[in-house]
């Protein structure tokens, strides 16, 4: 398989995974059920923990979950795919 078709398989790969992510927290249950991840992997609050660098990693680990969810819920895919620059 050549990489400009791998390349499509795989952003159609993530197009359907970020859909998947978007129906089932787009539901009253799945925002009620996404609140609380939020809450669990400290979206809103700082993760630096003083004097423990691996208590921030601890913690910094657990916010790039939600973090990582948020990106797949705010993926737009109007535009065409593209691909990447060559080098």
Not at 13 to 40: C, P, W, Y
Not at 48 to 77: C, H, M, W
């Amino acid at each position: 398989m050549n990489p400009k078709t791998q390349l499509v398989e795989r952003q159609e790969a993530q197009k359907e995974l970020a859909k998947s992510f978007q129906d089932l927290f787009s539901s009253e249950l799945g925002k009620t059920v996404l609140n609380e991840i939020s809450r669990m992997c400290n979206e809103n609050k700082p993760t630096y923990v003083d004097q423990n660098p691996n208590g921030s990693a601890y913690k910094e680990g657990q916010r790039s979950i939600i973090l990582g969810i948020r990106n797949l819920l705010n993926k737009t895919f109007n535009q065409p795919v593209q691909e990447r620059a060559e080098l």
